[in-house]
């Protein structure tokens, strides 16, 4: 919702630069302040249990992949 109301020029938002690439691209985003950058923030999966089912391990597996900026 952020991303699309930025896109609208209807505010600021803070992106990783992965997930702006394509609307910087387009022309629909524009970086505001090129110097600056925050710092990584931790991501966690919560679960109620340990044993999870397989298609909630596959998103956590998921999740892990497309957030893992070491890579």
């Given at each position: 919702?952020?991303?699309?109301?930025?896109t609208?020029?209807?505010?600021?938002?803070?992106l990783?630069?992965?997930?702006a690439?394509?609307d910087?691209?387009?022309?629909?985003?524009?970086?505001?302040?090129?110097?600056?950058?925050?710092?990584?923030?931790?991501?966690?999966?919560?679960?109620e249990?340990?044993?999870?089912?397989?298609?909630?391990?596959?998103?956590?597996?998921?999740?892990?992949?497309?957030?893992?900026t070491k890579?």
């Amino acid at each position: 919702m952020f991303r699309r109301l930025a896109t609208l020029d209807l505010g600021v938002i803070l992106l990783a630069e992965e997930v702006a690439a394509e609307d910087v691209a387009a022309g629909r985003l524009r970086r505001i302040l090129p110097d600056w950058q925050t710092r990584p923030t931790p991501v966690y999966a919560l679960t109620e249990t340990r044993l999870l089912p397989a298609k909630t391990q596959r998103f956590i597996e998921f999740l892990k992949e497309r957030l893992d900026t070491k890579a």
